[in-house]
Nanobody, 119 residues
Framework: EAQLVESGGGLVQTGGSLTLSCVAS????????IGWFRQAPGKEREGISC????????DYADSVKGRFTISRDNAKNTVYLQMNSLKPEDTAVYYC????????????WGQGTQVTVSS
């Protein structure tokens, strides 16, 4: 069974840092791009970053560009999201998702991890 498990969320002050992890199991991790999304209360889900399967090309939403860094360790089936200079508006539930190159859509989703940034 395919599974993604996020961890690393928590409460941090404005300007602080957190690193989220997304551990995958049950599918060929190397063949999947991984994306990070977030959803704040009352707001739509927002795609914030992704990393490709082979070339490790990365992309970021304007809202996080220059502050967040995505990386992956295929040996550990893990994707990381390093978040620096956090702002209260970064408060949300953060999800990772896996996208195979063949379909272009995200097939698997994690359960989410809460990030709260206090002002």
């Amino acid at each position: 069974e395919a599974q993604l498990v996020e961890s690393g969320g928590g409460l941090v002050q404005t300007g602080g840092s957190l690193t989220l992890s997304c551990v995958a199991s049950g599918f060929r991790f190397d063949d999947y791009a991984i994306g990070w999304f977030r959803q704040a209360p009352g707001k739509e889900r927002e795609g914030i970053s992704c990393i490709s399967a082979i070339d490790r090309d990365t992309d970021y939403a304007d809202s996080v560009k220059g502050r967040f860094t995505i990386s992956r360790d295929n040996a550990k089936n893990t994707v990381y999201l390093q978040m620096n200079s956090l702002k209260p508006e970064d408060t949300a539930v953060y999800y990772c998702a896996a996208q195979p190159a063949t379909t272009g859509k995200y097939d698997y989703w994690g359960q989410g991890t809460q990030v709260t940034v206090s002002s």
